[in-house]
């Protein structure tokens, strides 16, 4: 079982970057796909960004493609989601997301599909 903790967020102004960071417990942690979601005040949780269990498959949101980038380092148990050139829709509570994977090079788009979550970060991003 994986516990997740993500760190990171905080109050940016608009164009500013954010570098969120999830660090999970356990010795599993390069069989899990990981996943980043947001879920802004009224608005259902979204996906944000996956990456296989390997990091060597990612796979973003519209949204965000071009401007976050998912990397994992598995010998630090940590996932990290660099955001640059953040907006205000950016706005939302960050939560990362585990699920046990077979397949190296698979990732994962819907919340459903996750076993583990963390509490969630906050992200503000004022104009």
């Known amino acids: 079982q994986a516990q997740l903790v993500e760190s990171g967020g905080g109050l940016v102004q608009a164009g500013d970057s954010l570098r969120l960071s999830c660090a999970a417990s356990?010795?599993?942690?390069?069989?899990?796909?990981m996943g980043w979601f947001r879920q802004a005040p009224g608005k259902e949780r979204e996906f944000v960004a996956a990456?296989?269990?390997?990091?060597?498959?990612?796979y973003y949101a519209g949204t965000v493609k071009g401007r976050f980038t998912f990397s994992r380092d598995n010998a630090k148990n940590t996932v990290y989601l660099q955001m640059n050139s953040l907006e205000p829709e950016d706005t939302a509570v960050y939560y990362c997301?585990?699920?046990?994977?077979?397949?190296?090079?698979?990732?994962?788009?819907?919340?459903?599909?996750?076993?583990?979550w963390g509490q969630g970060t906050q992200v503000t991003v004022s104009s």
């Open positions: 356990g010795r599993t942690f390069s069989r899990y796909a």
């Open positions: 997301a585990a699920k046990p994977s077979s397949g190296s090079h698979s990732y994962y788009s819907t919340s459903s599909s996750y076993d583990y």
């Open positions: 990456i296989s269990r390997s990091g060597g498959s990612t």
